[in-house]
């Protein structure tokens, strides 16, 4: 049995970078159980930057419902982070979780995400490719950091109103084919 940790980064729901991200995820092959986190549901601080991670044992002093990510982190094989391109880069929903991400890079760090798989879903307005330029570099970088193994980047632009992704049956159909081999 394989684990995905599926963040759900757009407060549209049955948007864009959620329709693709469930798409890729629809037709996996083999034993898989999907953790999703609709996080825009969700109540996530930033960091605090206090320095204190692990102090008390656990990856964050911060008493919140990131606890439930680190949770589903600790056990996942595959990490996969849906966005929506907000300013060129990641969308506030999300963006206090990856700065949560601090203590998987702590030289106290008690657990790391070392060796697990990172895929990045994310969809824009504008019609050029290279508006993700900014979020791939943050994207990639940080999984340097981290040392998790980037297996899909699925970043597609043209796609502003709320419906687009699902009305693109190419789209979801490339999705999902994409989508078999992820584990
Ligand atoms: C606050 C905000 C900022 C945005 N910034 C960008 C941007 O910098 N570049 C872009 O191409 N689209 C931008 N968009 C458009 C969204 O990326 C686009 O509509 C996306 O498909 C929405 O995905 P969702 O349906 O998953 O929320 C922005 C939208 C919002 C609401």
Redesign the pocket.
Known sequence: MKRICLLL????K???????AEALVSEVNGDVEIDRFRLGDMTIDGCLDCRKCWSGGRPCIIDDEMDNIYESLAEADTVIF????????W??QIKPVLDRLVPFVSDEALSVLKGKKAILV??????HES?FDGLLYSFRESCKLLEMEITGEFC??D????N??SEDAGLIADLKEAGKNIL
Do not use: I, Q, V
């Not at 049955?14 to 693709?20: A, I, Q, R, V």
């Not at 849906?82 to 880069?89: E, F, I, K, V």
């Not at 994310?122 to 019609?127: H, I, L, M, R, T």
């Open positions: 980064g757009s407060p549209r049955g948007g864009n970078s959620e329709t693709m849906a966005t929506p391109l907000y300013w060129y880069s969308s506030s994310a969809s824009a307005g504008d019609s508006c597609y632009p796609l502003y109103t709320k687009e992704a």
